[in-house]
């Protein structure tokens, strides 16, 4: 397999431009996460899906952010408008879930976004 | 609130010695708690998972420790080698089931 696929692997906009970052996770996986990894903050997690459907969205930073999950093998985090301080590198990940605590999740390479 | 706390400055040891990361955590009541590493410009790596029964577990130079008492967690690596020069992560699964994670610690190892 692959393995998780983001793209694009780094994005460069304006502030007030509208962002797409996209996710392919591992096939056969049902569970899908977005996260934001910052030096001053960390890996955050923003969002999660379960068999496409959105699970917790409690750290999605505000409006300006959404995600979908149309299928099990495509996801993606929207940012509109962009601004400077969203500026960070986002990850996507995917496990298997079927109810037992002990899963690993694996993670994508990543997508760098710089809003200038 | 739950927290997830590393080292956050980074550590420095020598080729050879046995290198001991730590997390400590409030506000969890972990059934397990897992260790990845993370190398520059890339994502996260899965290396181990710790059941809160298990005192300790053990993968190839990897230990990892974990006391529900003290809430805490040790990660070594012993004989350690400039390749496992990296940032590891602790992460505790939160009340929705996704994983959270520390900052991360930076390991360097130098010859």
């Known amino acids: 397999d692959a393995g998780v696929i983001q793209s694009p692997r780094h994005e460069v906009t304006e502030m007030g431009q509208e962002v797409t970052l996209r996710c392919k996770p591992i096939?056969?996986?049902?569970?899908l996460f977005w996260y934001r990894q910052t030096m001053m903050r960390g890996l955050e997690l923003l969002i999660y899906f379960n068999n496409n459907v959105p699970i917790d969205d409690s750290g999605m930073p505000e409006d300006r952010f959404s995600a979908k999950m149309p299928n099990a093998s495509f996801s993606t985090l929207k940012i509109q408008p962009s601004e400077p301080r969203d500026s960070a590198v986002y990850f996507c990940?995917?496990?298997?879930?079927?109810?037992?605590?002990?899963?690993?999740?694996?993670f994508g390479p990543g997508t760098r976004l710089t809003v200038t | 609130s739950q927290k997830i706390e590393q080292n956050s400055e980074a550590l420095n040891i020598q080729e050879g010695k046995t290198a001991t990361l730590t997390c400590n955590y409030t506000n969890y009541s972990p059934a397990y708690l897992q260790w990845y590493r993370q190398d520059p410009g890339r994502g996260p790596v899965f290396l181990l998972l710790?059941?809160?029964?298990?005192k300790e577990k053990r993968k190839e130079r990897l230990k990892v420790t974990f006391d529900t008492t003290l809430k805490q967690s040790l990660f070594h690596i012993t004989a350690s080698q400039p390749a496992d020069s990296a940032t590891y992560l602790c992460?505790?699964?939160?009340?929705?089931?996704?994983?959270?994670f520390g900052k991360g610690t930076s390991l360097l190892v130098t010859p």
């Open positions: 710790i059941r809160e029964n298990e």
């Open positions: 096939s056969g996986h049902n569970s």
């Open positions: 992460a505790l699964l939160n009340s929705g089931y996704a994983l959270n």
């Open positions: 990940a995917s496990r298997h879930w079927t109810g037992g605590l002990w899963v690993e999740q694996y």
